[in-house]
């Protein structure tokens, strides 16, 4: 390695600090500092963005984003994430002094995160997803990056459950199975941000083939929600207690991917019980009704 290269490392690692950010800061224009903002106020979540993702958090541009990095002294988005995301490491792996949480904490605190969830999640939507599973062709699931995995762990268990699935990593092979679909199929649409640019398209390709949607997401985005026919919401309990939940963390995805396994699997009795229960508050309803006031 030749000296020149030596010092352009070196150099490139004394920016990558948190500090350059806002050394620079007022060196941005205006656009610029609004991603800054967000980058400083949301380091951990940050490092999960592509950059269609965090413009859309900082409410500025693709290009403002890659403007901002290039200002700030990187080549560019994508080595600021990685840079940031190895100092946060380093950051953490250093820092003694750190409360360690108890292993029955943390998990009494993922169950609230869970039950909170449960409180926002209708059994008349679980059940219509699964209608809309059970009575199509074929489902299409897509997500990416960091969400690929509950797309594989949701499309697999599906299939063993007799829902014919097409799930892939890529989104190019994504893209081809809708493209090679039709009415009768479905697609089911995961992104935490809601705003993750392949699945988008792919939603928007899916309703052009006028395909059922559902769409499972943290973010209620209109770019993701506009065709859908089902909205799943990933509402999350903010933290009260201290404890730091990584934003990389899709223990509440799965969750909903088991919801969704077992309403297909018990749909039937799942839909006979809420017709009961339905027709038994009409009658109260009726009953109360005729009381004077």
């Known amino acids: 390695m030749g000296k020149e290269s030596v010092i352009n490392n070196k150099y490139v690692?004394?920016?990558?600090?948190?500090?350059?950010?806002?050394?620079?800061?007022?060196?941005?224009?205006p656009a610029e500092k609004k991603v800054a903002d967000y980058i400083l106020n949301h380091?951990?979540?940050?490092?999960?963005?592509?950059?269609?993702?965090?413009?859309g958090k900082s409410e500025t541009s693709d290009a403002t984003v890659v403007r901002a990095c290039k200002h700030l002294g990187y080549g560019g988005y994508y080595q600021m994430r990685i840079l940031l995301s190895h100092d946060l490491g380093k950051?953490?792996?250093?820092?003694?002094?750190?409360?360690?949480?108890?292993?029955?904490?943390?998990?009494?605190?993922?169950?609230?995160?869970?039950?909170?969830?449960?409180e926002h999640i209708k059994t008349e939507t679980l059940l219509n997803v699964s209608k809309i599973l059970m009575t199509s062709r074929n489902t299409h699931i897509v997500g990416v990056g960091n969400t690929v995995p509950v797309v594989m762990d949701l499309g697999f268990r599906l299939?063993?459950?007799?829902?014919?699935?097409?799930?892939?990593?890529?989104?190019?092979y994504y893209y081809n199975h809708i493209a090679l679909g039709s009415s009768q199929d479905a697609m089911i649409a995961i992104s935490r941000t809601g705003a993750s640019k392949?699945?988008?398209?792919?939603?928007?390709?899916?309703?052009?083939?006028?395909?059922?949607?559902?769409?499972?997401?943290?973010?209620?985005?209109?770019?993701?929600?506009?065709?859908?026919?089902?909205?799943?919401?990933?509402?999350e309990k903010n933290s009260n207690e201290g404890i730091i939940i990584k934003p990389d963390s899709h223990l509440l995805e799965i969750a909903v991917n088991d919801a969704i396994l077992y309403s297909v699997k018990n749909y039937k009795e799942l839909a006979d019980d809420m017709a009961k229960q339905q027709v038994e508050k009409e009658n109260i309803d009726i009953l109360l009704s005729e009381f004077k006031l």
Do not use: W
Not at 13 to 29: C, D, G, W
Not at 98 to 116: C, D, I, M, N, P
Not at 159 to 172: A, D, F, I, K, Q
């Open 159 to 172: 299939e063993r459950h007799g829902v014919p699935c097409t799930y892939s990593m890529l989104p190019e």
């Open 13 to 29: 690692y004394s920016i990558m600090k948190e500090n350059n950010i806002k050394a620079k800061y007022e060196e941005l224009f």
């Open 91 to 118: 950051s953490e792996n250093n820092n003694k002094e750190e409360k360690l949480e108890t292993a029955q904490k943390l998990f009494s605190y993922h169950g609230e995160r869970v039950r909170y969830l449960a």
């Open 198 to 235: 392949q699945v988008i398209r792919a939603v928007e390709m899916a309703h052009k083939k006028g395909m059922k949607i559902i769409v499972i997401t943290g973010e209620l985005n209109k770019q993701i929600t506009e065709y859908a026919d089902e909205v799943i919401h990933i509402a």
């Open 43 to 55: 380091m951990e979540e940050v490092m999960l963005l592509n950059v269609s993702e965090l413009a």
